[in-house]
């Protein structure tokens, strides 16, 4: 536990991008960048990133996972890619492998929300996991592959007038962060409103 005059520790995030071709350099990668660019607008928490772009190799991605949270220290670590029913997409099996905890909920919603939109998210294969160490844990989950697809589930679905009327996913990541002892993360209400129950609300009077 942290103690009272101690910094609160800097929220590190995994970010990693599954293919083939764009891990060999054959065209240009789109999930890092759109997983970037939403986290820095959604995110009022200090933060870093730490990106791997690697291929569909279940190994590789096993290893980077781990390494992302067990060495690097990642409290969140994010997937982009790898997750229908091709034979070389595996990125579900490699992170269910290295979990400790599945979070099926998360998977649950990300197809509820993609099927608004296509009949084929139903092809989609998205799980979320907690991975523990013995004085370590993180949240990984995977998302889609195409920029569109990925805001749209982390940050929900809304109505001609911008209100929310399917949650995105992100809304309950800093609450679970708060569960399995990371820092405290606060965010954008405009682009993705984080939800704790009001025993779990910070005074905005202690943060830093």
Same mark, same amino acid.
């Given at each position: 536990? $942290?103690?009272?005059?101690?910094? /609160?520790?800097?929220?590190?995030?995994?970010?990693?991008?599954?293919?083939?071709?764009?891990? /060999?350099?054959?065209?240009?990668? !789109? #999930?890092?960048?759109?997983?970037?660019?939403? !986290?820095?607008?959604?995110?009022?928490?200090?933060?870093?990133?730490?990106?791997?772009?690697? *291929?569909? @190799?279940?190994?590789?991605?096993?290893?980077?996972?781990?390494? +992302?949270?067990?060495?690097?220290?990642?409290?969140?670590?994010?997937?982009?890619?790898?997750?229908?029913?091709?034979?070389?997409?595996? $990125?579900?099996? /490699?992170? !269910?492998?290295?979990?400790?905890? &599945?979070?099926?909920?998360? #998977?649950?919603?990300?197809?509820?929300?993609? +099927?608004?939109?296509?009949?084929?998210?139903?092809?989609?294969?998205?799980? #979320?996991?907690?991975?523990? $160490?013995?004085?370590?844990?993180?949240? %990984?989950?995977? +998302? *889609?592959?195409? *920029?569109? /697809?990925?805001? @749209?589930?982390?940050?929900?679905?809304?109505?001609?007038?911008?209100?929310? %009327?399917?949650?995105? =996913?992100?809304?309950?990541? &800093?609450?679970? =962060?708060?569960?399995?002892?990371?820092?405290?993360?606060?965010?954008?209400?405009?682009?993705?409103?984080?939800?704790? *129950?009001?025993?779990? !609300?910070?005074?905005?009077?202690?943060?830093?």
């Amino acid at each position: 536990m $942290t103690g009272f005059n101690s910094p /609160a520790p800097l929220l590190r995030i995994g970010l990693v991008s599954v293919s083939d071709r764009a891990s /060999a350099g054959n065209y240009d990668d !789109l #999930g890092l960048p759109a997983l970037q660019d939403w !986290l820095v607008s959604c995110l009022q928490t200090p933060f870093e990133f730490v990106t791997r772009l690697i *291929p569909d @190799e279940r190994a590789i991605i096993e290893h980077t996972l781990m390494t +992302l949270v067990d060495n690097q220290r990642c409290h969140l670590v994010l997937t982009t890619g790898g997750t229908g029913p091709a034979r070389r997409d595996v $990125t579900p099996e /490699a992170t !269910l492998a290295v979990g400790s905890k &599945p979070m099926p909920g998360f #998977g649950e919603q990300m197809r509820q929300i993609s +099927l608004h939109f296509v009949p084929t998210a139903i092809l989609s294969r998205q799980v #979320g996991v907690i991975r523990e $160490t013995t004085d370590h844990a993180a949240l %990984i989950f995977n +998302l *889609p592959g195409q *920029p569109k /697809a990925i805001r @749209e589930t982390l940050e929900g679905l809304r109505d001609d007038s911008g209100n929310i %009327i399917v949650p995105g =996913i992100f809304a309950a990541v &800093p609450y679970c =962060i708060d569960l399995i002892g990371g820092p405290y993360i606060e965010t954008n209400p405009v682009v993705c409103k984080a939800f704790r *129950p009001k025993s779990a !609300l910070k005074p905005t009077s202690t943060m830093p």
